[in-house]
């Protein structure tokens, strides 16, 4: 029912506006993990978590194969949360030779829920490696979700996992998260740095209003 109600927003929207780039697939594929992962059968410490976030960082395809920095392993969009709301999406790329999923798992969906402006500012970086800024926490939570839950409250950035329904267990340290700026461009019709995106809330695509909205639905407003 639900991916019926997102389907019937998005085809109420100008058909110029939905021409299916590769930019806009991904800002659909992201606005289903966000359901799929706050749903009515989500974790509880992910909706928990999710309603003071400064931002979000969605991969909605991640795969183990072939998964190398420079090839494309995995696509993000990542949104600011404003008084206004939450921001249009920014995109970036994440990959690394180290990254890791459980055995027997192809592929996944992240979600990394941005607790503070420190890890905000850094995941906005041109290039921001996992585990390799001392400064920046950043939990991972996977199968035993409430277990990890004390650890993640003190982190900047807590990030979940989840294949084929279930969450499960991951690594990301090594992982690399570097900005799109070419696809910022393509979506938005003129160059815009992520900053712009994430912390001001410029750039409009009436593309990316259902995944502002799904994003509200579940951070309460």
């Not at 806009?24 to 989500?42: F, I, K, N, P, S």
């Not at 976030?53 to 404003?82: D, H, N, T, Y």
């Not at 969906?109 to 041109?126: C, Q, R, Y």
């Not at 570097?178 to 938005?188: D, L, P, T, V």
Request: aromatic share 8%; charged share 15%; with cysteine.
């Amino acid at each position: 029912m639900i991916r019926f109600l997102i389907a019937a927003m998005l085809a109420l929207l100008p058909l110029a506006a939905r021409a299916q780039t590769e930019q806009q697939t991904l800002v659909d594929r992201a606005t289903l993990a966000v359901q799929e992962m706050l749903g009515d059968d989500a974790s509880s410490d992910a909706r928990s978590l999710i309603r003071r976030a400064r931002g979000a960082l969605i991969c909605p395809r991640v795969f183990k194969a072939g998964f190398f920095f420079g090839g494309q392993g995995g696509e993000c969009v990542m949104v600011g949360r404003l008084q206004s709301g939450w921001t249009p999406p920014a995109f970036y790329g994440m990959g690394s030779g180290s990254f890791g999923l459980q055995i027997g798992i192809q592929d996944a969906e992240i979600l990394f829920i941005v607790l503070t402006e420190k890890g905000l500012h850094a995941l906005l970086d041109s290039q921001f490696k996992i585990g390799g800024d001392a400064g920046i926490s950043v939990a991972t939570v996977g199968a035993g979700v409430s277990g990890s839950t004390t650890a993640a409250l003190r982190a900047d950035v807590v990030a979940f996992a989840r294949s084929r329904g279930l969450y499960i267990g991951i690594s990301l340290d090594g992982s690399l998260i570097s900005q799109n700026s070419a696809w910022n461009q393509a979506y938005y019709g003129h160059a815009m740095a992520a900053q712009q995106i994430v912390l001001q809330g410029d750039g409009a695509n009436p593309g990316a209003e259902p995944l502002r909205e799904m994003m509200g639905r579940f951070s309460g407003g």
